[in-house]
Structure formats: C-alpha cells, structure tokens
C-alpha cells in the first residue's frame, strides 16, 4: 500500500498462511494476506497484500489489491492495483489505477459512487469462471 492512501481503521487481518473459505463481513479495513475463497463485505478498504489470494466476490468502499484477486469487486470509491498485482474478473467502480506491472484481465465499468453501489456485479463461481464461455 501506498504511504499518500489513506484507509479506515484495520479491524481485521487474514494472516499470511492462513486459508478461509465462506462469507465474511467486516466493519471498518480488512487486509488478506492468505488464501480466501468465497465473499467479503465491509465497510471501508479490502486491502490484498503482495501474498494474498481471494477468489471471490468483494464488496467494499476501497480496494488495493498486492496479490491476487479473481472474481468480481463492487466498490464505491476507488480501486488500486499495485505493481505485480493481478486482477482477473469483473469489477464495478468509480475510480481505477492500475499501476505498471499490474495485470488486469477482464471487465470494468465506472460510474460514479452513487450509481457504482446500485449495480451488482454477477456472481462469480470457482466452477464458473468469468473467462469461460
């Protein structure tokens, strides 16, 4: 993460090492550092560090993304993708930095915050992944 971002309170950490599979929701920054599968929601910034791997559907008012992310991401405000980091699936946002050395592969549709956070995304299956057809 870059020192100029600012982020709400972290509240919650998924470990390096650490493997989650289900839902999860979260008031306030959570930072995945491990292995998620499945949905997060919270309230302020998803942050994947340059270890972490979701697969999955997120939902957050930030997101900076290190690691990897496959699926889809609603997010209200803004989303990063650092270098080396891959994005690989369907996002919905109001703002995009890709940075160089980022991989992104797949769809992205901006809209202002307000309109960002009415659409939804489409599910996103491990057994259905958005690169089949």
Do not use: W, Y
Not at 26 to 45: C, P, Q, S
Not at 98 to 111: H, L, P, Q, T
């Amino acid at each position: 993460m870059k020192g100029n971002e600012k982020t709400g309170e972290l509240s919650t950490i998924l470990g390096k090492g650490s493997v989650f599979e289900g839902k999860l929701n979260v008031e306030h920054t959570l930072r995945v550092d491990g292995k998620f599968t499945g949905d997060i929601t919270t309230t302020d910034t998803l942050i994947v560090g340059k270890e972490g791997h979701i697969n999955g559907n997120v939902d957050a008012k930030m997101l900076i993304v290190g690691g990897k992310l496959s699926g889809t991401a609603k997010i209200k405000d803004k989303i990063v993708l650092e270098t080396k980091s891959e994005f690989h699936g369907e996002m919905k946002t109001a703002r995009l930095v890709i940075d160089e050395g980022a991989v992104f592969d797949g769809r992205c549709s901006m809209k202002h915050g307000a309109e960002a956070a009415k659409e939804k995304p489409k599910p996103f299956s491990v057994n259905n992944s958005p690169n089949q057809n």
